[in-house]
């Protein structure tokens, strides 16, 4: 985790609990990189939307309470909804918090410590939905060109 210059955040859409689950994550995330880290926000399973407990405007209000200036996204995995959009707004999240440490730090010896994202990037991310509690999380590695904007998914 300290390695990670962003993160992937997901809500399950049908279970409300999902929302104070995540708040113990985000918080093991504030105690190694500090109160301001790059992530986006997914709403995942929307597509059953007959199902659905969490709002798109409660995981907004969730993000302005837990988390700063983090991107909100109603996604659906089943369906593939806004999941590219989810990975490329994290990239220019990134990018934007990389280019204003470098404006900051212009005129002084410094050096960044995070690696610099110029064409490409990987994000990890490792989920486990509630129903897979006995089962092994699974690793998803995402790679995103954004020269084309494509992205491969591995397993």
Do not use: W
């Amino acid at each position: 985790m300290r390695a990670c210059i962003g993160f992937v955040l997901v809500i399950d859409s049908t279970d409300t609990s999902s929302m104070h689950k995540l708040i113990e994550f985000i918080d093991q995330i504030k105690h190694i990189k500090g109160d301001v880290f790059n992530c986006v926000l997914a709403v995942n399973k929307v597509d059953i939307s007959d199902l659905r407990e969490v709002s798109f405007a409660q995981a907004q209000d969730f993000a302005a309470v837990h988390l700063s200036q983090c991107p909100v996204f109603d996604v659906s995995a089943r369906t593939r909804q806004n999941v590219d959009e989810i990975f490329t707004a994290l990239i220019r999240e990134i990018r934007c918090s990389q280019d204003d440490a470098i404006s900051s730090t212009s005129g002084s010896d410094s050096v960044m410590s995070s690696p610099k994202i110029t064409r490409s990037a990987t994000v990890y991310v490792q989920t486990q939905t509630p129903f897979q509690q006995d089962k092994p999380k699974r690793n998803f590695f995402r790679s995103i060109s954004e020269s084309d904007h494509t992205a491969d998914m591995f397993m």
